[in-house]
């Protein structure tokens, strides 16, 4: 039976793309603005204010003493209108991976992290 069914697979293989579809794949991705890394560009560079996990990400790079791409926030939860609980990781030395729950607060400002 399984003879059968790698045989019926190599039958019916998928045909490949024409190269046509390929560039328009890469001119649609080319004008896209490149995030630099992890945490996605900064709130400063693209002009509008940041997301919580934006705010959790650069508050624990600060904290972790690491470049702001090396932190990644992996999700989050609703505290309250104006506050939510990131869970973020930054890649510190070697292998090694803090993580931790930052609680940001959305304020006149924009949001920034209170622990």
């Not at 293989?13 to 190269?19: G, K, M, N, Q």
């Not at 579809?21 to 896209?32: D, F, I, K, P, Y």
């Not at 790079?61 to 973020?88: F, I, Y």
Request: hydrophobic fraction near 40%; charge should be positive.
């Amino acid at each position: 039976m399984l003879v059968s069914l790698v045989g019926a697979l190599y039958d019916h293989t998928d045909r490949p793309r024409p190269a046509s579809a390929l560039a328009g794949a890469q001119a649609t991705a080319s004008h896209r603005p490149a995030t630099g890394g992890w945490a996605g560009g900064s709130a400063k560079a693209t002009g509008r204010k940041r997301s919580p996990a934006e705010a959790a990400a650069a508050w624990y790079a600060g904290k972790q003493r690491v470049a702001p791409d090396h932190v990644q926030a992996l999700g989050q939860r609703r505290l309250s209108a104006t506050e939510r609980q990131v869970l973020v990781v930054a890649e510190a030395s070697g292998s090694k991976l803090a993580t931790d729950y930052v609680v940001v607060r959305k304020g006149p400002g924009g949001w920034a992290a209170v622990s």
